[in-house]
């Protein structure tokens, strides 16, 4: 009979406990997936807070509004639109950032939350990248420039020469400093060598209906087609790279001159940082059929947006080139952070 030597049984020992090893780890991690694809499968089993860091009425927030109906009957539960509107998005953006990570508080968020706001200011309660956790890229929109019909211009031209004729006079609604109204705003007046007089606002909803009483000359804005088409309102232009099937006859900056003010706002959605991948996924995949639906993609394109759905990767490699961007954007409009 052949004896096994020390050396032999010690390594038999150890092969075996090296084998019971792998094998507790490949439990583990299966057992780990199973309550990763339980927990997918469970979510969500309370309603969802969406907040959107703007004022009620505007386009984000109809955005949230139409796809969260939509995502809410498909997961069974409540999906609950929040607008915590001020501080060009920050006040929302924070909030979210430093709520539980479980997939139950989302943002709205938007190139001015994650891509301008990182370059006007100094100190952020938030870190663009390093705070959030990506889900979906929902869509962008080019920003029509609307005056209200008091004003003497029909044109571009007609309004730099105003502009120019009376310097400082012309008043011009915004949504607060890094907003896409701004931005446009920004980016209009550098390449003009105009002056404006900006009425600040938290957002679109409050701005538009003082446009049409005409406490306000014009705005760069993202949801007043139907005023245009209405006859309340007049567009002159749009910030978009060619022309809008919902409004043909409505050229782009570039046509009337000013080739430099190109310039598309987008929405996305994120939740806090460390929120379970399985539960990014299942909203990811939740929002993305939302926005196949007919219904939910006639009410976005409405006003000439362009739907750009992604994948959380995607959208977070995204995100990082759009900071890039518009770094250069802002440097090449001599905007100044605070």
Same mark, same amino acid.
């Given at each position: 009979?052949?004896?096994?030597?020390?050396?032999?049984?010690?390594?038999?020992?150890?092969?075996? #406990?090296?084998?019971?090893?792998?094998?507790?780890?490949?439990?583990?991690?299966?057992?780990?997936?199973?309550?990763?694809?339980?927990?997918?499968? +469970?979510?969500?089993?309370?309603?969802?807070?969406?907040?959107? !860091?703007?004022?009620?009425?505007?386009?984000?927030?109809?955005?949230?509004?139409?796809?969260?109906?939509?995502?809410?009957?498909?997961?069974?539960?409540?999906?609950?639109?929040?607008?915590?509107?001020?501080?060009?998005?920050?006040?929302?953006?924070?909030?979210?950032?430093?709520?539980?990570?479980?997939?139950?508080?989302?943002?709205?968020?938007? +190139?001015?939350?994650?891509?301008?706001?990182?370059?006007?200011?100094?100190?952020?309660?938030?870190?663009? #990248?390093?705070?959030?956790?990506?889900?979906?890229?929902?869509?962008?929109?080019?920003?029509?420039?609307?005056?209200?019909?008091?004003?003497?211009?029909?044109?571009?031209?007609?309004?730099?020469?105003?502009?120019?004729?009376? /310097?400082?006079?012309?008043?011009?609604?915004?949504?607060?400093?890094? +907003?896409?109204?701004?931005?446009?705003?920004?980016?209009?007046?550098?390449?003009?060598?105009?002056?404006?007089?900006? #009425? /600040?606002?938290?957002?679109?909803?409050?701005?538009?209906?003082?446009?049409?009483?005409?406490?306000?000359?014009?705005?760069?804005?993202?949801? +007043?087609?139907?005023?245009?088409?209405?006859?309340?309102?007049?567009?002159?232009?749009?910030?978009?790279?060619?022309?809008?099937?919902?409004?043909?006859?409505?050229?782009?900056?570039?046509?009337?001159?000013?080739?430099? #003010?190109?310039?598309?706002?987008?929405?996305?959605?994120?939740? !806090?940082?460390?929120?379970?991948?399985?539960?990014?996924?299942?909203?990811?995949?939740?929002?993305?059929?939302?926005?196949?639906?007919?219904?939910?993609?006639?009410?976005?394109?409405?006003?000439?947006?362009?739907?750009?759905?992604?994948? /959380?990767?995607?959208?977070?490699?995204?995100?990082?080139?759009?900071?890039?961007?518009?770094?250069?954007?802002?440097?090449?409009?001599?905007?100044?952070?605070?």
């Amino acid at each position: 009979m052949r004896v096994e030597s020390n050396f032999q049984a010690r390594t038999r020992a150890h092969a075996r #406990v090296a084998a019971d090893a792998r094998l507790a780890l490949w439990l583990g991690a299966a057992a780990l997936a199973a309550a990763g694809a339980a927990h997918a499968q +469970s979510f969500p089993v309370k309603p969802v807070r969406w907040v959107v !860091p703007y004022a009620p009425g505007g386009n984000t927030d109809m955005i949230a509004r139409v796809i969260g109906a939509r995502i809410g009957e498909a997961m069974g539960q409540q999906v609950i639109v929040e607008n915590r509107a001020g501080a060009a998005t920050l006040i929302g953006a924070e909030f979210v950032a430093r709520a539980a990570p479980d997939g139950y508080t989302l943002l709205l968020a938007t +190139s001015t939350t994650l891509a301008i706001n990182p370059h006007l200011y100094r100190k952020l309660p938030y870190d663009s #990248v390093n705070d959030f956790a990506p889900i979906t890229l929902i869509a962008r929109v080019p920003m029509v420039l609307v005056v209200h019909p008091s004003l003497p211009v029909k044109s571009v031209k007609d309004l730099v020469a105003l502009a120019r004729a009376r /310097p400082g006079q012309i008043s011009n609604g915004t949504q607060g400093t890094g +907003s896409p109204s701004y931005m446009a705003s920004e980016l209009f007046k550098s390449a003009a060598g105009i002056s404006l007089i900006d #009425v /600040p606002y938290k957002g679109s909803g409050p701005a538009v209906p003082d446009l049409l009483g005409g406490q306000i000359s014009m705005l760069f804005d993202n949801t +007043s087609l139907a005023f245009v088409r209405a006859g309340r309102l007049r567009a002159l232009a749009h910030t978009g790279e060619a022309r809008m099937s919902v409004a043909p006859d409505v050229p782009t900056m570039r046509e009337a001159g000013f080739g430099s #003010v190109v310039f598309y706002p987008w929405q996305g959605v994120v939740a !806090p940082a460390r929120t379970p991948p399985e539960v990014v996924a299942r909203l990811n995949a939740e929002v993305v059929r939302a926005l196949k639906v007919p219904e939910v993609q006639s009410r976005i394109t409405a006003e000439g947006a362009e739907i750009l759905a992604a994948g /959380p990767a995607e959208f977070g490699d995204y995100i990082r080139s759009e900071i890039g961007r518009f770094g250069k954007v802002i440097r090449d409009a001599g905007v100044k952070p605070e």
